[in-house]
């Protein structure tokens, strides 16, 4: 198994905060908002392509390549991930209360927090600019005194992989497989770096929400955001897709190891990517988490077989 990345914190639950997760029945089938979760997608005839990378740059013991060509049939899949707007309609819908909720804490990026909260909150070893914050979730993103209200159309954060199952189950939707979202994140494009081509910022456009600047001491902001950009920020790919890379990490469907454990891979890399230390804002890039972890960074986006 690699070294645990410096992407996303996890956890190591007890089997009794486990039980404290209440998990949603299905809703109705009228329920206008979750329809409306199916209604949004997109469709994506699939194909043959050359899935992974032998990238100079990637992480081999990631698992992303060799490059190997894959088949992926005809699926649809959302052109955003899932906004704090969506997952507020589906927790009032369902009385669904995320892990983070249940576990009482999340991890928060130390930068957004106010000396007091810092000091309070203890530093994920090897990683200090990580933080447990209690009281955080995708209410209060940066804990107590914070709020999602104003971040409507953002991406919801601080769901697991349970969280974002059980948001599935409602909306009648699922998480794509690895290839699907990198047949999807490519946008027809193959084995192009990003989800546009091989430049980071063509003729010096930015094109994508991650860290500018001197990590973890500086963000300059210069694409725009210190944090999550809303979910239809940038130009969209060849196939409607935004934010495919950068902004937050997408929970897939599949296992990170072949061999099994319970670690889930997650795609697309987060705002807080910096070539210094992690450029997994690369369409081959992946990393993992254990399926009840949570932080700032982490979203989702859903998919569904065809009609």
Not at 55 to 77: H, Y
Request: proline share 9%; aromatic share 12%; charged share 20%.
């Amino acid at each position: 198994m690699p070294p645990k990345p410096c992407c996303t914190p996890g956890r190591e639950p007890s089997a009794d905060l486990l039980t404290l997760v209440r998990r949603p029945q299905a809703p109705p089938a009228a329920d206008p908002a979750a329809a409306r979760a199916v209604r949004d997608l997109v469709d994506v005839a699939g194909g043959r392509f050359l899935m992974g990378t032998e990238d100079p740059d990637g992480f081999p013991a990631d698992g992303e390549g060799p490059v190997r060509e894959e088949v992926v049939g005809a699926f649809r899949i959302a052109p955003t991930t899932v906004t704090n707007a969506q997952f507020a309609s589906f927790v009032k819908a369902t009385g669904h209360v995320t892990e983070a909720e249940s576990f009482g804490f999340s991890f928060v990026f130390a930068g957004f927090l106010s000396g007091e909260l810092t000091s309070a909150s203890p530093a994920v070893a090897g990683t200090p600019w990580w933080r447990a914050v209690s009281g955080a979730d995708w209410r209060r993103p940066e804990g107590p005194g914070s709020s999602f209200a104003a971040r409507q159309s953002h991406p919801v954060v601080h769901v697991s992989w349970h969280d974002a199952l059980a948001y599935c189950a409602w909306s009648g939707t699922r998480l794509p497989t690895e290839p699907e979202w990198e047949f999807a994140a490519r946008g027809g494009l193959e084995q192009k770096r990003y989800p546009w081509g091989d430049q980071l910022r063509p003729d010096g456009r930015y094109m994508c929400n991650i860290w500018n600047g001197d990590f973890p001491a500086h963000n300059t902001r210069a694409d725009g955001y210190a944090g999550t950009a809303p979910a239809k920020s940038f130009r969209p790919n060849g196939y409607g897709l935004y934010n495919a890379v950068g902004n937050v990490w997408e929970w897939s469907a599949d296992r990170f190891s072949a061999s099994g454990g319970p670690e889930r891979t997650m795609r697309g890399g987060s705002h807080m990517c910096h070539d210094s230390y992690c450029n997994r804002y690369r369409v081959a890039a992946r990393t993992r988490n254990t399926p009840d972890s949570s932080a700032g960074n982490i979203g989702f986006r859903v998919a569904a077989d065809p009609d």
